[in-house]
């Protein structure tokens, strides 16, 4: 199904501001009344001087013209008071429409990614989704600015002037108004050939964007396999293809303002000829004359402007194509269902033949069927790429199973509110990430509502309170970007540490330990038994001497649970578990 013009759908989104629209094109056709008004005054000042008659200086009767004099300059500072007072209003509502729509298309488009499945961002580059929310919002914002009011006078110049020409010399009006058919039709011609330019423009901005966040996110990578040279090859490539692709936009759009020019020359110089001729035959007045001189500029020249306004308005319309998309992009997981009282939560989890596939990939599972008491301590064990961190994954909701249910306390998860199910669990990856921020407000990340004694107790549990107390300025030390300021294993702590202070009913922790030393990892150990009571935990490990106090340990390989049974048990049975546990610990 074909979409809709990018400018549609930019004003049905922005239909509940039509009347801030509507009151700043008012105020822009206002400004250009009173804009041309002092061309036409000047006409009259000449017919004045020249003994010739005023039609609208009749109404004071008799008059010296000197007295019409001080009536024409009281008219004008007037009409410049106006003029000035709509250029005033018509900036206030056109500025103040481009903040508020480009502040709400960032917001709902951001809005919208938050609530998209993980898939979506498996197929995007961070950079170019910064691309679209920032560069490409702030494009409509720079038309938005300007170009709509541009767009609007030109509009009523050739309307407000036309009907002046024409009721000055009829004759004079068609031949001055002849080029503008076909500056339009130039004008229509270069915005056909534009939009598919200006597009391919705002696609390299975006690939361009997303290989410098890449990049600058890998700078480590980078110095360290000394791929500097490499790398700033690899920008200049990305670099030169944006330029190409801007230097043939800017080719075409440049081509258009010498053809306005020349078609503007013929307007004008019909005008000075034949109007010329006709105030020497005394067949038209002087002072009209000269009106028709100055308003033939007035009328044609702006409409130089009309090749920047186009190409102001392909770029907005290419980048605003781009944000429209993301905001209607489907959101495959629905974000409304049943609420989730924490006190109601007992914890019991049960996957039911629950099967799943990334896309383009064989399945990560393939009929899992478990469960999980209440309040019990549960492991998923087994070789890199056998499911366990996917099983994760869903019961968070990050994505849904292809088929197959998962069950918390007898109902099917899908049922749920996403955020309220979220809310229930504490997660800690093995990919731990910390915000540009405080160690403390990492830490109340989930809750920021908690108390200083509150984080710092859960900074004890979770073994972080010794090296916090070390930094310069203790919990309130800036992380940096990522937590880059940190060492893994500190990382890995201060997000155990947000998991204990959330004090969630379910706690997933997924290679919550893979980052630390053996005696950090003992000592959060027995951190960890004191933090799992009372609540359902879900352990993913590599490290087996992490789970062996786990009620039930869950063995998978390929996508299905292959054993099952406690730590003693599964040694007993001299399985797939026992021969990892005999690779470990040496045996």
């Known amino acids: 199904m074909k979409r809709a013009s990018p400018l549609r759908r930019l004003l049905a989104y922005a239909a509940r501001h039509r009347r801030t629209v509507y009151l700043a094109s008012l105020c822009s056709f206002l400004n250009k009344v009173f804009d041309i008004a002092p061309e036409i005054l000047i006409g009259m000042a000449v017919n004045l001087v020249t003994g010739a008659p005023v039609p609208l200086l009749r ?38 429409l481009a903040q508020t729509v480009q502040h709400e298309l960032r917001l709902d488009a951001y809005g919208r990614l938050q609530k998209l499945d993980m898939a979506f961002f498996e197929d995007r580059s961070t950079g170019g989704l910064v691309a679209t929310l920032n560069d490409d919002v702030n494009q409509l914002e720079r038309f938005l600015n300007g170009g709509a009011n541009m767009m609007i006078q030109v509009l009523s110049t050739v309307v407000l002037v036309g009907g002046v020409f024409f009721y000055i010399s009829p004759k004079v009006a068609v031949l001055a108004m002849l080029p503008i058919p076909f500056i339009l039709a130039g004008a229509f011609f270069y915005q056909f050939r534009l939009e598919p330019l200006y597009a391919g423009v705002r696609e390299q901005a975006s690939a361009i964007a997303s290989r410098l966040s890449n990049n600058i996110s890998g700078i480590a990578t980078i110095k ?6 490499r790398e700033l090859e690899a920008i200049r490539a990305e670099s030169l293809a944006y330029t190409a692709a801007n ?112 896309p ?36 968070l909701r990050f994505y849904d199973p292809t088929s197959g249910v998962i069950l918390l306390d007898g109902q099917d998860i899908r049922g749920f509110d996403p955020r ?73 702590r201060l997000a155990i540490a947000r998991a204990v202070l959330k004090d969630p009913p379910i706690l997933i922790l997924d290679e919550a330990t893979s980052a630390v030393d053996n005696e950090t990892e003992a000592a959060i150990q027995k951190s960890l038994d004191r933090i799992v009571v009372g609540r359902t935990t879900i352990m993913v490990a590599h490290r087996l001497s992490t789970i062996v106090k786990a009620g039930r340990i869950f063995v998978l390989d390929e996508g299905r649970v292959v054993e099952s049974g406690t730590h003693a048990e599964l040694i007993a049975k001299a399985g797939p578990y026992a021969d990892l546990w005999r690779v470990q610990t040496g045996a």
């Open 247 to 358: 230097t043939k936009a800017i080719k075409v759009s440049a081509a258009f303002i010498p053809i306005i020019r020349m078609a503007i020359l013929g307007g004008f110089l019909a005008t000075l000829v034949v109007g010329g001729k006709a105030a020497l035959a005394g067949t038209l007045g002087v002072g009209s004359f000269s009106v028709l001189v100055f308003l033939t500029q007035r009328l044609l020249w702006p409409l130089t402007g009309l090749a920047e306004t186009v190409d102001m308005y392909q770029r907005a319309m290419a980048s605003t194509a781009r944000v429209l998309d993301l905001l209607e992009t489907p959101v495959s997981l629905a974000h409304e269902g049943k609420a989730l009282p924490r006190a109601a939560i007992k914890g019991e989890i049960r996957f039911d033949g629950v099967t799943f596939s990334y």
């Open 360 to 395: 383009g990939r064989k399945p990560a599972l393939n009929g899992v069927s478990l469960t999980i008491p209440a309040g019990a301590t549960a492991a998923f064990v087994g070789a890199t790429g056998s499911g366990k961190t996917t099983l994760t994954k869903l019961l």
């Open 420 to 492: 309220e199910l979220r809310r229930a669990i504490g997660f800690v990856s093995q990919d731990t990430f910390l915000f540009h921020g405080t160690a403390r407000e990492n830490i109340s990340y989930g809750d920021p509502s908690k108390s200083a004694a509150q984080v710092e107790a859960a900074a004890r549990t979770a073994e972080a309170a010794e090296f916090l107390d070390a930094l310069p300025q203790g919990y309130d030390t800036v992380v940096g970007e990522r937590g880059q300021k940190l060492s893994g294993g500190q990382r890995q």
């Open 224 to 229: 360290s396999y000394t791929a500097e040279e």
């Open 59 to 96: 109404f004071l009767g008799p008059v010296h013209p000197f007295t019409g004099l001080y009536a024409l300059a009281a008219l004008t500072l007037v009409i410049w008071v106006l003029e000035s007072t709509f250029e005033f209003l018509y900036e206030v509502q056109w500025r103040g």
